[in-house]
């Protein structure tokens, strides 16, 4: 995924009303900006760090610009913008970045499924194999005391577990359940269940993958000219 034009950089004032922030640009201009992140953003929107936001050419949105990197003052860069996780995994998968999701015929998006009205996010056919419903989370919070560890959620999250359940209804269907963690932040080297900050939503996922719903980790390179998946990392429940 390419940003062109590129990203331009400036500094957080602060975060508020969730989809809104005010920054500092270079030429001394103050200015709001969207922010499509409804969660916590635990440590990714500190008031002085850099961030680096598009521009959209929509003239009917009432703020064009659009919250998309922030450079920590530790040197990380993350990616704020949660509906880019679902733009990169559907490159990746495309491209054959996860080697596990190839030798699907067809990719289909917000597919209807579930018996608790939800849609997936990514849904791969074939007609020599069970379809492969894959349920896309972006992982952004960093453990600033253990080294390199990530975890998710950031906060309790009903949604979450819903998709849990519906991925192991899947798998007890027939078909096969992958649960995507798009690791949007440069410092996490390995995933783990939040345990800490929501016990129900690990004890669904410990159920699911006992049940046969696959979980993988692909971290992501992350600059103002492009992002892109590019590996796996180790999971550990």
Known sequence: MKFEPQLQPAVLIKRYKRFLADIHLPNNEDITIHCANT?????????????????????????????????????????????????????AVETGIIHELTGYEQLKTEVRYGDENSRIDILLMSSNRPNCYIEVK????????NLGQGYFPDAVTTRGQKHLREL????QNGYRAVLLFTVLHSGIEKVSPAHHIDPQYSKLLKSAQEQGVEVLCYTAQLSNTEMKLTKSIRFIS
Request: hydrophobic share 30%; charged share 20%; aromatic share 8%.
């Open 39 to 91: 969660g916590a953003m635990t440590g990714c929107a500190m008031t002085g760090d850099t961030i680096w936001y598009s521009t959209s050419s929509n003239p009917k949105r009432k703020y064009p610009h659009s919250w998309e990197l922030t450079q920590t003052n530790k040197g990380d860069t993350i990616c704020v913008n949660t509906a880019r996780a679902n733009q990169l995994a559907v490159e």
């Open 138 to 145: 972006s992982v952004t919070l960093l453990d600033e005391f």
């Open 168 to 171: 192991t209804k899947m798998v």
